[in-house]
């Protein structure tokens, strides 16, 4: 069963960028598309886009002009960068597989990440 | 305002059965397959149907799925207190080239 575990700083300053990686183990992250996807606190869950293995990216429009993935097959990790964050990027952000059909089949336990000052 | 429409909330008792309810459009549902997910917050949300009515490996039969044109349906029979929890509907969306969700419906069982 793979497992994926998100990890990065809890805290992070308005105006600056948000760094979070995700380590696939228990599989390959070859061969697949790896997502990000975020929980504002009291609201519902959003996607904010997706990588394949080969660097191919799919970004929520919302969100397309400061987000950024990347991956590193070799250490099977991706990354999230979402700069000029604001207190309304707090979040608890997920990582997860995201296979045919847009079945999103293996979730990270979560992150919270709280951008204040 | 998510692109998908689900009710805030739903309830039941034990034993009951319930259905809840996502409404889309032909550029998301009505062209895509739904797939719906529980969520406990603080936790991995959690795959229950797939592809409209397929059930993955370990979900119990009380859970189904359907799929009508702009919209689609999670229905629960025999309500278990272990089944409060929120659920997601989700789907590809052909307009915005982008996975959406709805927004969420909360579960209580009474």
């Known amino acids: 069963q793979v497992q994926l575990q998100e990890s990065g700083p809890g805290l992070v300053n308005p105006s600056e960028t948000l760094s979070l990686n995700c380590t696939v183990s228990g599989g390959s992250i070859n061969r697949y598309f790896w997502s990000w996807i975020r929980q504002p606190p009291g609201r519902g869950l959003e996607w904010l886009g997706y990588?394949?293995?080969?660097?191919?990216?799919k970004y929520s429009p919302p969100f397309k002009s400061r987000i950024t993935f990347s991956i590193d097959t070799s250490r099977n990790q991706f990354s999230l960068n979402l700069k000029s964050v604001t207190a309304a990027d707090t979040a608890v952000f997920y990582c997860?597989?995201?296979?045919?059909?847009?079945?999103?089949?293996?979730w990270g336990q979560g992150v919270p990440v709280i951008v204040s000052s | 305002q998510s692109v998908l429409t689900q009710p805030p909330s739903a309830s039941g008792t034990p034993g009951q059965r319930v259905t809840i309810s996502c409404s889309g459009s032909?550029?998301?549902?009505?062209?895509?397959?739904v797939n719906w997910y529980q969520h406990l917050p603080g936790t991995a949300p959690k795959l229950v149907i797939h592809t409209n009515t397929q059930r993955p490996s370990g979900v119990p039969d009380r859970f189904s799925g359907s799929r009508s044109g702009t919209s689609a349906s999670l229905a629960i029979i025999g309500l278990q207190s272990e089944d409060e929890s929120d659920y997601y509907c989700t789907t590809w969306d052909d307009s915005l080239n982008a996975v959406v969700f709805g927004g969420g419906t909360r579960l209580t069982v009474l």
């Open positions: 032909r550029s998301n549902i009505g062209l895509n397959s």
């Open positions: 997860a597989r995201l296979t045919w059909g847009s079945v999103i089949d293996n």
């Open positions: 990588i394949s293995s080969s660097g191919t990216t």
